[in-house]
């Protein structure tokens, strides 16, 4: 019998099994080179400093940093209070936190007054075995119904660096997800231009299409260069920013491929996949969808890859659902 | 900027008179509206008075000015005390008060940021003094003189942001922030639901220089927002013991004064009252 995976102590990555290269901290590396040319942006965590990969920051800029402690609605009302100055604050901890705990202070605080604060969201749906309780299985669903708040899930280390640059630049009240720590490279960074609000093809196919979001967009590419060593063609649409959304992107696509494939790092109702619901329905284009996400549930602790095949969100499991729908 | 700012010698005959504008300001717009939370305006009046017209250091011809101090009212449903004061000092005309209330108003029931002069969306309790930390570090760090007041409530103490804001306020050691702190004994139930005290007490415990007055005495506000001025390296409290419904006797002594409702016919007697009070009071 093989040794039993056990869960990690909170911080560890995980070995991987691929040939991708790695980044270290891209979240923390992008917001210090952004903050030397830019006094205005300041930031901020509830106790959550390391595993959030803001300490770069700190370290280079300790007059504008401020832990908060474990209190995470003073963290939002704080960066409200901050932006009210001038400042742009990153403000981060994990999604579970941010959202169930301070929603009230993201919705009224920041989002009513359309401030410059951005809540950056660590351990995004199924990327820690410690359970429901760090699981921020629901977080895009809950963010996605404030009004004028811009929601991003990005797909890799590439897209975490430009897209801490690009929200500095938008003025207004920004929750992106955060993958941390030793973060794979899936987009080139000489080819991708990170855009809020637009969604990008990555792939073209014809029989099946795949809308992705997150780290899942990482396991179509993989699930579409798997398939089509077997004659399938799959494409891949990665949806960054679930709000704005990219409807007009989302409906073009899904007219070119004769299956439709949702994928997110979330629960299936009330993001992306019904994001795409919506879109379809909304412009009378009959397709048939399947949902790839987390299932209605809380998630048991556990080791990640073993959790994250178990309810359908690796790779090859990707590969097979697509493979089955054909 | 104004002119008399830090007055050494503040002319407390004067601010006493600007309290009692609020209060007739206040009872006129209720009367307007029929109802409204005349009981937590009447019993803030004397502090917005001190605060709008001797220690804010603020220009109502200029409401976005990057250094003045900022007045946070996070008790939103107190609007009617703020629009009060913003009136007086001329942020907005006095003749738009007769609106408060109504609809496509900028004076609402509740505070929204878009009204000039309003620096927060109040009224989500327990929102105001974590903002006001946030904007007392962002000041600090713009070496802006500018100083933060955060008025709450004793029945928003309840809500443990409030506590989350304490312990980093003192944390930062923000003596740029003041804590008005209206402790008035009611809150939507009825009498204050949740014993808070001690809450002086509790204020020190958590590292503030703190100061319990009468907040319907005009010379102890003064006074106490005198010594908040001290750069002590701690945020300030200030507890203020008020009177719901100060000015009005009526009003005063009614039981359950949150959400004041008066018939048509009582305004009349009300504001005769008010009128006969404030002139047995010296000043």
Not at chain 1, 7 to 24: H, K, N, P, S
Not at chain 1, 240 to 245: D, E, G, I, M, Q
Not at chain 1, 293 to 302: A, H, K, V, W, Y
Not at chain 2, 116 to 134: A, F, R, T
């Amino acid at each position: 019998m093989a040794e039993q995976a056990r869960t990690l102590a909170m911080g560890q990555d995980e070995a991987r099994q691929d040939a991708r290269g790695i980044v270290e901290a891209p979240f923390g590396r992008a917001l210090v080179d952004l903050a030397r040319s830019r006094p205005e942006i300041v930031g901020l965590t509830a106790d959550l400093g390391k595993y959030t990969d803001i300490l770069p920051f700190r370290d280079a800029f300790p007059d504008r940093f401020f832990n908060v402690g474990m209190a995470e609605q003073n963290l939002v009302a704080v960066a409200a209070g901050l932006a009210r100055t001038g400042k742009i604050p990153y403000a981060t901890t994990y999604g579970v936190f941010a959202t169930r705990r301070a929603y009230d202070f993201i919705a009224i605080a920041c989002a009513h007054s359309a401030l410059d604060v951005k809540i950056i969201a660590g351990l995004p749906g199924l990327t820690t075995g410690y359970g429901g309780t760090h699981q921020a299985i629901e977080d895009l669903a809950l963010m996605r119904m404030i009004p004028g708040l811009v929601v991003i899930d990005p797909c890799d280390a590439t897209e975490i660096a430009q897209a801490t640059a690009a929200i500095a630049d938008h003025p207004g009240p920004v929750y992106m997800r955060l993958l941390r720590g030793n973060v794979p490279v899936v987009l080139d960074p000489a080819a991708y231009r990170f855009e809020i609000g637009k969604a990008k093809v990555l792939r073209e196919g014809r029989d099946v299409g795949v809308v992705s979001t997150g780290l899942m967009t990482e396991r179509a590419l993989d699930a579409a260069a798997a398939l089509a060593g077997r004659g399938l063609s799959v494409g891949v649409l990665h949806v960054s920013t679930l709000k704005p959304f990219d409807a007009e992107a989302v409906a073009g696509f899904a007219a070119s491929v004769d299956r439709l494939v949702s994928a997110e790092n979330h629960v299936a109702g009330g993001g992306l996949g019904s994001l795409v619901a919506e879109c379809l329905f909304d412009r009378g284009i009959a397709k048939k969808l399947h949902r790839i996400g987390l299932p209605d549930r809380f998630i048991e602790c556990g080791s990640v890859p073993h959790l994250q095949a178990r309810f359908g969100l690796t790779s090859q499991r990707v590969a097979e659902t697509i493979a089955g729908l054909v | 900027m104004r002119d008399n700012l830090y007055a050494d010698t503040p002319d407390l005959q004067a601010l006493r008179m600007r309290a009692k504008n609020l209060r007739r300001h206040i009872l006129a717009m209720a009367r307007g509206q029929g109802q409204g939370y005349v009981g937590q305006g009447l019993g803030i009046a004397d502090l917005l008075a001190a605060l709008y017209f001797h220690e804010l250091r603020h220009d109502p011809q200029n409401v976005g000015w990057p250094d003045r101090d900022r007045f946070l009212l996070s008790t939103g449903h107190y609007s009617i005390a703020l629009w009060a004061a913003l009136a007086e000092c001329g942020v907005i005309p006095l003749s738009e008060l007769s609106t408060y209330g109504a609809d496509g108003s900028r004076l609402d029931m509740s505070t929204l940021d878009t009204t000039p002069g309003v620096e927060i969306i109040g009224g989500s309790l327990g929102h105001g003094l974590g903002q006001g930390i946030g904007m007392a570090l962002g000041l600090r760090l713009d070496g802006s003189p500018a100083r933060v007041f955060v008025e709450l409530s004793d029945g928003e103490m309840q809500e443990g942001a409030t506590w989350e804001a304490a312990m980093a306020g003192a944390h930062f050691g923000l003596d740029n922030l003041v804590a008005l702190i209206d402790c008035n004994g009611i809150q939507a139930d009825g009498a204050v639901v949740l014993d808070m005290e001690p809450v002086a007490e509790k204020w020190r415990a958590f590292g503030w220089q703190t100061a319990e007055i009468d907040g319907n005495d005009m010379a102890a506000i003064v006074a106490a927002l005198r010594e908040a001025r001290e750069g002590s390296g701690k945020p300030k409290a200030i507890v203020l013991r008020t009177l719901p419904g100060k000015g009005v006797p009526t009003l005063e002594r009614r039981e359950k004064a949150h959400f004041v409702r008066v018939d048509p016919g009582e305004w009349d007697a009300l504001v005769a009252e008010f009128e006969r009070t404030a002139e047995t009071i010296d000043g």
